[in-house]
């Protein structure tokens, strides 16, 4: 783990945000110029089909079920779980790491099965397609998850003064592994790799088009995967608003250019950054940055 100066990554951090910031408003003029504000998800081709709300619940009993049972073999101690980084604790990440992914080959097969819609020849991307709107949408989220996180911050201290904020368990395990080395792969892979492909699966593909064809309006699907996806970091409740804006901007992202890989990018993106901070000064996880 390299050591690197707080001010030199506050400075690059700070970059990235004003580059975001600017393509932001860049897009925004784009977009009230060509008039494409009027309709941004269009075309739009939904077939009123996809998954249910059996896939939903099957899905989620599936994972919980299998990541239960895998702890109760394997013989961990619940207790031991609350302590980030112990040896029992990353045995449990495995665990999880597994259910995800056995999770996830379960959505894939629903939702090639049921598709909501198809791509159209303008959503085909492409890699360099896909790997741009990632980039772009990544400088979009960081200055405003930025504001939003500070705002966050502001409140939980008005409220809860004296209290300590809570801080990811994975963030807080980079300083605390008893893996060492290992357990800092472990949660890069879980962290970069892992959790970008399992959430996106399930939040902007499986959830997602699940609301979109009980409700059958595209705007209110994304809005409530996005929540969705901000309410389940709820042990960090700062990071909740900022996450519900990501969730609803990936959203965006899969509708309007049919491509669940350019929700994975996205997130990768963004939590590789996160980890890239973290690793080089793990300080900084524990600040208001």
């Known amino acids: 783990m390299f050591a690197v100066g707080e001010f030199t990554l506050l400075l690059t951090d700070t970059s990235l945000r004003s580059i975001g910031a600017f393509v932001f408003a860049a897009v925004a003029f784009q977009w009230l110029r060509s008039g494409a504000w009027r309709k941004p998800l269009e075309p739009l081709d939904f077939t009123g089909d996809g998954p249910n709300l059996a896939h939903l619940l099957g899905v989620f009993l599936y994972y919980y079920i299998l990541a239960r049972a895998l702890l109760k073999i394997v013989g961990i101690d619940s207790a031991a779980l609350r302590i980030s980084g112990s040896h029992d604790w990353h045995l449990a990440q495995c665990i999880d790491i597994g259910a995800k992914l ?25 890699l360099f397609g896909i790997m741009r709107v990632a980039l772009l949408a990544v400088l979009i989220i960081l200055p405003i998850a930025y504001l939003q996180l500070q705002a966050g911050q502001i409140i939980w201290w008005w409220l809860e003064p004296n209290a300590k904020q809570p801080i990811h368990e994975v963030l807080e395990a980079v300083e605390t592994s008893v893996w060492g080395r290992w357990g800092i792969v472990q949660l890069t892979l879980a962290t970069v790799v892992i959790a970008p492909i399992a959430e996106e699966l399930f939040f902007r593909g499986l959830l997602l088009q699940t609301i979109w064809r009980y409700l059958g309006n595209a705007w209110l699907a994304i809005v409530l995967s996005g929540v969705a996806f901000g309410v389940i970091h709820h042990q960090q409740p700062q990071d909740v608003l900022p996450l519900v804006t990501m969730g609803v901007i990936l959203g965006y992202v ?18 590789a950054r996160t980890m890239l901070f973290v690793l080089l000064n793990p300080e900084m996880a524990r600040s208001a940055w």
């Open 102 to 126: 056995a999770a996830g080959v379960l959505i894939i097969v629903i939702l090639r099965r049921h598709r909501s819609f198809r791509a159209t020849a303008d959503a085909r991307l492409g």
């Open 254 to 271: 899969r509708v309007r250019y049919r491509s669940l890989t350019a929700c994975v990018a996205v997130h990768a993106l963004f939590n």
